[in-house]
């Protein structure tokens, strides 16, 4: 089973060595000169307002939040695809029960307001 | 398989102990992330092949996403706030006493159910792990704890409206 996967094993390998490697080669072949304009952050060409780490907007994790819930349900809609055929009709509204019930919160959430960016 | 568990189980407690040493939110997060990966590698290690999926889509990804945004909520300043001894007396302390005593009543759980004494090499029924077979069982033997699942969900989504939807509606 685990062979299978060796594949993504070396995948995973040369993916890191390619980046280490590249970043090796720049360091050693990048010209070493900082000044103050080249270390600014870079906002399309003005000149940088503020820090560049700010505290985010909670309205943010609202929809992360519910990203995460409907993340889920598909995670559950893999093995219920797999196995569609075999289950038929009951699979079906097994399925259905599952969607529905989160379906409500998603109706809950619309109307609510919490999906609208104001 | 016996090197698959000694890397990925050292970078799983690698990954474990970088979340509580980085100085950095953001890099505590990043730790969390290696130890989670690692932890689906075990997962592959065990034959469980769609946990191992769904433990790379759904922490590694999701819930990922979850701490990263509370880190950005909160503060992604390079000198955080939270860095003093917090108001608790003793917490250090409690906290070594509960992880010592929770590592020796994981111990005795697992030497009481005769973990160490598992056959080693036991067939598995041919599909074990897979998508079909998770999907096979969640239709028939747990299709409550599947329905029930989707209520904890919709408790969740209902919670996020309440509690963060107030302020702006």
Known sequence: ?118 | MTAVFWIAGILAVAGALGVIVAKTPVHSVISLVVNILALAALYLALHAEFLALIQVIVYAGAIMILFLFVIALLTARKDPIERTEGKLEGQRELGLVTAVGGAVLMIAVAASAGLGRMPANEALPSGFGSAAAFGRELLTTHIFSFELTAFVLLAAVIGVVVLVGRRQL
Not at chain 1, 50 to 61: L, N, S, T, V
Not at chain 1, 89 to 95: A, K, N, P, R
Request: glycine share 10%; hydrophobic share 55%.
């Open chain 1, 1 to 118: 089973m685990l062979d299978q996967y060796t594949g993504v094993g070396v995948f995973l390998a040369v993916g890191a060595l390619f980046v280490a490697v590249t970043l090796l080669a720049g360091k050693l072949l990048r010209p070493h000169n900082p000044y103050p304009e080249k270390l600014a952050t870079y906002e399309c060409g003005e000149i940088p307002v503020g820090e560049g780490q700010i505290k985010f907007h909670i309205r943010y994790y609202i929809f992360s939040l519910i990203f995460v819930v409907f993340d889920v349900e598909t995670v559950f809609l893999y093995p219920w695809a797999v196995v569609f055929e075999e289950m038929g009709l009951f699979g079906f509204v097994v399925m259905m029960l599952f969607i529905g019930t989160l379906v409500e919160g998603l109706v809950y959430a619309w109307k609510k307001g919490a999906l609208r960016w104001v």
